[in-house]
């Protein structure tokens, strides 16, 4: 399954060789196998690469089960390249050629759907599942001590003076407290050893007041939504929950960064918006996040020697002297060489303020 170590091990692969970089969706709810494998062969007509279009038809004959939503491939055969990620979530189809793999899309892709942790929660225990990529990768769960339910009167305070233990003996108080601790306990190891970046709590509003106040703050962080589930809900519910609950969050956070990014630039402060702007900023390795809107491509020119871009045709390079020539597509280039750097990159879905801005930004490392 493709993680970021692997996304930046693609960015560094740049050869002087045509690199194929295929996107095609598989996803069988929406046509039938033959459907695909018609647009596959369509798709590969339109290159005149045929070592590439060999090893990319032999995968798609002997090794691809057909059983996802979508493919990625990128394939250089005259350097012995070639990689395949089957994945969960539907692509679009998309087939591009240059010195390097197309990573836009599947930057997006981990920007949205990569490393979710879910977690319902109730009086005795915890289950725990890892969703990357829109896949299940794992789940573990955690039983504590049988709560018995023997009431008493008073009421009991907990954290934040919150009385979810109205009525219940001390003894049954002990007993949720404890198995809440060991559940939060259970999650953290659980969520370290997956690599989870955002965390969704299902369960009771008091269960999951409780259990989210004993996490580590640095996990607190991490959680993104909340939503009522029991814990006997199966693993096709939660993850259409996850999905669902995960992109509302992701729509909130991504409005909060193009807003910041819009702040910050027209102060000067450590960002800058446009093209123009953004390029400059990848020229000199000052780029810490990228910011791009979904869908966005834009010619552009590069310089044979030292590899620095500009949206305006030039016939040598202001930069070194070099000799230009001209890319179909600088924004797929700009992704590569941030994640390349070490930096970030954040595909935006349809957001008009950034629409307006000129599509593309970045914040800086300096």
């Known amino acids: 399954m493709l993680n970021e170590n692997e996304l930046r091990e693609l960015a560094r692969f740049i050869v002087p060789d045509p690199v194929v970089s295929l996107y095609l969706n598989t996803d069988s709810t929406a046509a039938t196998k033959d459907a695909y494998r018609l647009r596959l062969r369509n798709l590969l007509k339109e290159i005149d690469h045929p070592l590439d279009v060999a090893v990319i038809q032999n995968y798609f004959q002997t090794d691809y089960d057909w059983t996802g939503r ?23 189809d998309l087939m591009h050629i240059s010195d ?17 942790g879910v977690i319902l929660v109730d009086k005795q225990g915890a289950r725990a599942f890892s969703f990357h990529l829109g896949a299940l990768q794992e789940q ?70 409780l259990f989210r106040g004993l996490l580590p703050k640095a996990f607190q962080s991490l959680v993104v939504g909340a939503f009522p589930m029991s814990m006997s809900a199966n693993q096709s519910e939660v993850l259409a929950k996850a999905m669902q609950i995960g ?29 123009d702007n953004t390029l400059d900023a990848a020229n000199t390795d000052r780029i810490n996040t990228l910011v791009v809107l979904q869908g ?29 020539y001209q890319i179909p597509d600088v924004i797929d280039v700009a992704v590569s060489r941030t994640l390349r750097k070490g930096g970030n990159v954040e595909v935006i879905r349809a957001h008009p303020q950034l629409d307006k801005a000129g599509k593309l930004g970045a914040f800086l490392r300096f």
């Open 70 to 92: 979508g493919v990625a491939v990128f394939s250089c055969a005259p350097q012995n390249f070639f990689r395949a990620y089957p994945l969960a979530l539907s692509l679009p």
């Open 100 to 116: 390097r793999p197309s990573l836009g899309v599947l930057a997006r892709l981990l920007d949205s759907f990569g490393g979710y």
């Open 140 to 209: 573990e769960g955690v039983l504590g001590e049988v709560v018995k339910q023997v009431k008493r009167g008073g009421a009991s305070t907990v954290v934040g003076g919150r009385s979810m233990f109205a009525g219940v003996s001390r003894h049954v108080e002990e007993v949720i407290e404890r198995n809440m601790k060991e559940s939060a306990a259970f999650a953290v190891r659980f969520f370290e050893d997956a690599h989870i970046r955002r965390i969704l709590i299902g369960g009771t509003d008091d269960n999951i007041a």
């Open 247 to 275: 992109q509302e969050a992701d729509e909130k956070r991504e409005n909060t960064m193009v807003n910041d990014l819009i702040t910050q630039s027209a102060q000067g402060a450590d960002a800058v918006i446009g093209l």
């Open 296 to 324: 966005y491509q834009q010619p552009a020119y590069r310089c044979k020697n030292c590899s620095y871009l500009t949206p305006r045709p030039h016939r040598t390079c202001s930069n070194c002297g070099g000799e230009m």
